[in-house]
């Protein structure tokens, strides 16, 4: 069996894409991977909406530029944008207000396909958010493993009032103990080469052994 730790370590979020359509077998290829996803007892608390229409996916991008330009001028304000630091102070200036404005969450609209990835409250399962975190990212390395570029985001449903909105875009009950909607995910062809991902933290950084601070295995 193929090691899957080459498709993680690989796998780069794309959010340039071109117009070329994906082809049907590979979007159900993606929606079997996350139907896949492991998940407390079992419940699948899930729904999985494709969305190809062009105006109900532009609809999405400007939920998406809307709540990510919230949160980006809130983290500005609060001087909670230190990860820039490090830049040029010219590309640091159009990094921020890239970021702030919330343009940096628009390419939704210019992905052929966006699934949106729905939590079933009904169930009453306390699982619901990490079991469908599960099925994302099943969705998303399986969509890599094909060749195709994809991107998870939340700021389409960043807050109570603009979660509602999407849900009537998408004709989602509004009930709030009846269906949540937590992610995003954009696909399609990437448009420039796939650069290399970026960097992580070494294992030594972030691994203990047997308890907290324990830097060495025994």
Known sequence: MADILDVISSRKSIRHYTTDPIPQD??????????????????????????????????????????????????????????????????????????????????????????????????????VPYDVAAMMENMILEAHSLGLGACWIHGPAANIRHAIELKKILKIPTGMGQYKVLAVMSVGWPLRPREHSRPKKALEEIVFWEEFGRMEPS
């Open 26 to 127: 590979m979007i159900m290829k993606i929606l079997e991977a996350g139907r896949w996803a492991p998940t407390g007892e079992n419940y699948q608390p899930w729904k999985l909406l494709v969305v190809k229409n062009l105006e109900t996916r532009a609809a999405i991008a400007r939920l998406a530029k809307i709540g990510t330009g919230s949160r980006g001028t809130a983290e500005y304000s609060m001087n909670l944008l230190q990860r820039f630091d490090g830049m040029r102070p010219e590309d640091k200036e159009r990094a921020l207000r890239f970021y702030a404005s919330g343009e940096v969450s628009e390419f939704p609209g210019r992905a052929p396909v966006v699934i949106v990835a729905i939590g079933d409250l009904t169930v009453d399962s306390p699982d």
